[in-house]
């Protein structure tokens, strides 16, 4: 069965743009989290879709929003990005968004 | 809201040694899951082992256990015969049973040195 995977791998932006990063769940799977990752705050929940519909979201303005399409691939979007954005960027999915959420490889996303 | 916490920030250890990774939390909640997770240098992140607090056996896969206290709110991982492939970043992790939503610790450095 194939693995979680996310697009693209690496992006480099500029500050001020908008970036939009996609996530493809384990077949099966109907829940995918997003997560951010950085040296200095580590990892941090953004938010969850089940069913294409935002079920739970962390704290994090509001330039950061997502989707879930029908057949459970996600898109998450930032807008008019800036330098702290930088980080990986990990998508999780998982059957029914409780207990084992497995992650995909991350977008390494550098804002300059 | 939970918390987790690390303390350890970097430890080290010889190939086929014994290293225990400690993790604390702090919840309400009196059921919920916990994991390890691993994340290898530049690689993505795996799902080591999992507890479920309702159970008072601790979990154990293969080299991996975990010695679950839960009035002390206490998740430490034992890797047992310790390999260099187990050199990586290890993150604690809690997720209430409603689910969705991880809380990490802040991770520690595992170094298995030949």
């Known amino acids: 069965k194939a693995g979680v995977t996310q697009t693209p791998r690496y992006l480099i932006k500029t500050r001020g743009q908008q970036v939009t990063l996609s996530c493809s769940p384990i077949?099966?799977?109907?829940?995918v989290s997003w997560y951010q990752q950085t040296p200095g705050q580590g990892l941090q929940f953004l938010f969850e879709?089940?069913?294409?519909?935002?079920?739970n979201k962390g704290n994090f303005p509001g330039r950061f929003s997502g989707r879930q399409f029908s057949n459970s691939r996600s898109e998450m979007n930032v807008s008019t990005l800036e330098l702290g954005d930088s980080a990986l960027y990990l998508c999780?999915?998982?059957?029914?968004?409780?207990?084992?959420?497995?992650f995909g490889p991350g977008t390494r996303l550098t804002v300059t | 809201a939970q918390t987790v916490t690390q303390s350890q920030p970097e430890m080290s250890v010889q190939e086929a040694e014994t290293v225990t990774l400690s993790c604390t939390y702090d919840?309400?909640?009196?059921?919920?899951?916990l994991f390890w997770y691993k994340q290898p240098p530049s690689r993505q992140m795996i799902l080591v082992i999992r507890?479920?607090?309702?159970?008072?056996q601790n979990a154990t896969e293969n080299r991996f256990s975990v010695n679950f206290q839960k009035a002390a709110k206490s998740f430490s991982l034992k890797i047992s015969d310790s390999q260099l492939g187990d050199t990586a970043m290890y993150f604690c992790?809690?997720?209430?049973?409603?689910?969705?939503?991880?809380?990490f610790g802040e991770g520690t450095q595992l170094t298995v040195n030949p």
């Open positions: 999780a999915s998982s059957k029914d968004g409780i207990y084992e959420q497995y």
């Open positions: 077949s099966g799977h109907r829940s």
């Open positions: 879709y089940f069913s294409e519909t935002q079920r």
């Open positions: 919840t309400s909640e009196s059921n919920y899951y």
């Open positions: 507890q479920e607090a309702y159970k008072q």
């Open positions: 992790a809690f997720e209430e049973t409603s689910g969705s939503r991880l809380t």
